[in-house]
């Protein structure tokens, strides 16, 4: 069973690591003057001069990768707190996460609103007008979207609105707000497009063509 989705957070025993993806265990040492260089293994036998104040290094026990945190903040790599897009994103869509990916940890407002834009191009993707968003998650809703999926749609829709028309919603700091706003996207193509092309698949290729053919006259009575 795969671990939720955990984005990197500092001091804590496992995430998701920025560079190989995978849910791992992270090793944590202070920061050195000296002997802390990336992609180096960081020496602890040092004295308290050699630290670097308020500076912590995390290795990924995967694949062995550093990130570098000072007080509480992943300052390298600074574009990795989001969770990679699904496999089977749209390209268009892709690219606007893929940027909203790369500021998420400094401008999680500024996330929020390129999230919204890459939701509008996925209605388009999932058969809607894609020009105007709140018209389209109507739609899907009548087409018979899943309940919880409306509330992931919306839920990226209207905290991407507030981050460019303030609201209710404050995303000034919110890096866990932002980040959660990714994980329903990849929700989202993960139900619409990868689950249905898993099935059209596994169909297309397994199931025989005369019991195909015997399954749609079934279905045309």
Known sequence: ??????????????????????????????????KARYGQRVSINLSPEDYIPNCKIAECSNCSQHTFWLEDKLIFPYDSTAPLPNIDMPNDVKVDYEEARSIASISP??????????????CKHLGESGNNINS??????????????????????????????PGQIDLKDDVEIANKLFVFINIIC????????????????????????????????
């Not at 407002?109 to 996925?122: N, S, T, Y």
């Not at 990868?194 to 006259?217: G, H």
Request: overall charge positive; charged content about 20%.
């Open 1 to 34: 069973m795969n671990h939720p989705y955990t984005p990197a957070r500092h001091n804590i025993q496992a995430f998701n690591c920025p560079y190989c993806g995978a849910y791992a265990k992270q090793n944590w040492t202070f920061g050195s003057k000296t």
């Open 109 to 122: 407002r500024g996330a929020a609103a390129l999230l919204r834009l890459a939701i509008q191009k996925l």
């Open 136 to 165: 389209d998650i109507g739609s899907l809703v009548k087409k018979g979207l899943p309940v919880k999926l409306q509330q992931a749609l919306d839920s990226v829709r209207v905290v991407g609105n507030n981050a460019v028309h």
């Open 190 to 221: 993960d139900n619409q497009i990868s689950q249905p092309k898993q099935i059209d698949t596994f169909y297309q290729e397994v199931i025989p063509e005369n019991l195909k053919q015997a399954i749609e006259n079934r279905d045309q009575k």
